[in-house]
């Protein structure tokens, strides 16, 4: 990569941008992997359909990608020993998803999945009769992996009677960390029902939802919410807490009909083709599709001393969800964030990504996201807040193009210094373009010092 694009990279990034730490697995193909416990034989309280859940589940997962690791009825140190196994083979780029249907139950805010070789009198004892859901949560955040979901059909009615009173009802409210989602069957503090068929009432409705395809996760979530909510007459409503960063779908969407005679992919150069490809796109909010080859320059503006330069990124292969560009030293992933940048020996990597998309982006959408940069010696914590607004349109030198509006406000601070400020940037989507058509961006301390002030507009691109 040339030092101009390259610095144009860091520019783009300021102190924000993101990377993988390098790992071989990250050479491996990506998978989908998941731990299914369904637990019924419980002594005092015995379930009918979590077996049945757990079955139809596994079987579910499979015919959406998933390797499935299965347990029913599981013992804690057979559930112990399962999440080990799950932790193993679960690689830093893989998808992860944890479902458990049983007994669930609430202590002093912790949430525990009974096996069914429960023998619990007191409340002090369930920590170490039951398997934890942080024990769960920490294997997941262990495998540092994208995207993770967590199913808990666990929220059922107190298994010990009398013997035993809980403090409190149903299971506590978690906040998913970033790239997770937590799914309960029933909102925070309340019971879900067993259901009087074959499986229970949310995995009846959750079953049926994961066969649709191309339907993204939040929309799955919310047509079983409704479903549960209606048969239940309101008396079980399911709630989730979600921090994805990426779009997900069980199914793969049907792949479109092909023309009988496919032509040669049109390459765009021109400012007069560049513009009348884009300007009128399917959908703007569109996640790109990238294909190597891939080419875009602009023109960046230093708005401090009016200087200007040219910068050019070029998709020059992509491997599983990994995209490089120019000859390795950006990575990124496949919805256009940034993963890794490196310069003068020098790699600062980032997690989850620098966060500037978010799919499914619709206007007047709004996320506040985390992220961490490691740059060199130096660690920052940064907290993203993006807004979707309308779509506009944008002079640029390639022509005048349609974008959907983004503004990414990011507070970051050094960790252990005290250097902070806010990295902000506006700029306008376009998916055919696959990237940002034109961006304003300015990086200021906290105590008023302005870093970095730039215009990029979009002078060319090649895409396929």
């Given amino acids: 990569m040339k030092p101009a694009a390259t610095a144009w990279v860091l520019a783009l990034l300021g102190v924000l941008a993101l990377a993988l730490p390098a790992r071989a697995a990250e050479e491996a193909k990506a998978k989908r992997l998941a731990l299914v416990i369904g637990n019924g034989t419980y002594k005092d309280a015995p379930l009918a359909n979590p077996p049945n859940d757990a079955a139809d589940m596994a079987k579910a997962l499979e015919a959406s990608g998933f390797v499935v690791i299965h347990r029913e009825n599981a013992t804690l140190k057979e559930m112990h020993l399962a999440l080990r196994e799950f932790g193993d083979k679960l690689g830093?780029?893989?998808?992860?998803?944890?479902?458990?249907?049983?007994?669930?139950?609430?202590?002093?805010?912790?949430?525990?999945?009974?096996?069914?070789?429960?023998?619990?009198?007191?409340?002090?004892?369930?920590?170490?009769?039951?398997?934890?859901?942080?024990?769960?949560?920490?294997?997941?955040?262990?495998?540092?992996?994208?995207?993770?979901?967590?199913?808990?059909?666990?929220?059922?009615?107190?298994?010990?009677?009398?013997?035993?009173?809980?403090?409190?009802?149903?299971?506590?409210?978690?906040?998913a960390p970033p790239g997770t989602m937590i799914?309960?069957?029933?909102?925070?503090?309340?019971?879900?029902?067993?259901?009087?068929?074959?499986?229970?009432?949310?995995?009846?409705?959750?079953?049926?939802?994961?066969?649709?395809?191309?339907?993204?996760?939040?929309?799955?979530?919310?047509?079983?919410?409704?479903?549960?909510?209606?048969?239940?007459?309101?008396s079980q409503t399911p709630w989730e807490s979600t921090s994805l960063e990426t779009a997900f779908a069980f199914r793969a969407a049907p792949a479109p009909m092909q023309a009988a005679a496919p032509r040669e992919p049109q390459r765009?150069?021109?400012?007069?083709?560049?513009?009348?490809?884009?300007?009128?796109?399917?959908?703007?909010n569109a996640p790109p599709n990238f294909v190597v080859g891939d080419t875009w320059t602009y023109r960046v503006v230093n708005l401090l001393d009016q200087s200007e330069r040219k910068a050019t990124l070029k998709v020059t292969a992509i491997r599983g969800d990994i995209v490089e560009y120019g000859n390795g030293q950006l990575l990124g992933d496949l919805v256009g964030n940034f993963l890794k940048t490196t310069r003068a020996g020098r790699t600062d990597l980032y997690h989850p990504s620098n966060q500037f998309y978010v799919f499914p982006m619709r206007p007047g959408g709004s996320w506040n996201v985390k992220t961490t940069q490691q740059a060199g010696d130096r660690s920052f914590d940064i907290q993203?807040?993006?807004?979707?607004?309308?779509?506009?349109?944008?002079?640029?030198?390639?022509?005048?193009?349609?974008?959907?509006?983004?503004?990414?406000?990011?507070?970051?601070?050094?960790?252990?210094?005290?250097?902070?400020?806010?990295?902000?940037w506006t700029y306008w989507y376009n998916s055919a373009v696959k990237r940002f058509v034109a961006a304003d961006y300015t990086n200021v301390t906290t105590d008023g010092k302005v870093l970095a002030r730039e215009r990029y507009e979009l002078a060319s691109f090649e895409v396929k």
């Avoid at 294997?139 to 107190?158: E, F, G, M, Q, T």
Wanted: net charge positive; with cysteine; aromatic share 6%.
């Fill in 92 to 175: 830093r780029r893989d998808t992860g998803l944890f479902y458990f249907a049983g007994h669930g139950m609430q202590v002093r805010g912790h949430n525990y999945l009974l096996p069914v070789d429960a023998d619990i009198a007191r409340e002090d004892e369930v920590a170490f009769a039951a398997l934890d859901l942080g024990a769960v949560m920490e294997k997941l955040d262990s495998a540092k992996n994208p995207v993770n979901i967590v199913i808990l059909d666990a929220c059922r009615n107190n298994p010990f009677g009398t013997r035993l009173i809980a403090s409190a009802k149903g299971l506590a409210q978690v906040d």
């Fill in 183 to 234: 799914a309960f069957a029933t909102s925070p503090g309340s019971t879900a029902a067993d259901g009087n068929g074959r499986n229970g009432l949310y995995t009846q409705h959750l079953l049926k939802e994961l066969a649709r395809p191309g339907v993204p996760i939040e929309d799955v979530f919310k047509a079983v919410r409704v479903g549960v909510r209606t048969d239940s007459k309101n």
């Fill in 268 to 284: 765009i150069a021109s400012a007069a083709t560049s513009a009348a490809r884009a300007a009128a796109p399917a959908s703007l």
């Fill in 384 to 424: 993203v807040k993006l807004v979707v607004a309308a779509e506009e349109q944008v002079e640029t030198p390639a022509g005048k193009l349609p974008g959907l509006k983004i503004t990414r406000e990011a507070a970051w601070k050094q960790r252990n210094g005290a250097t902070s400020g806010t990295n902000t």
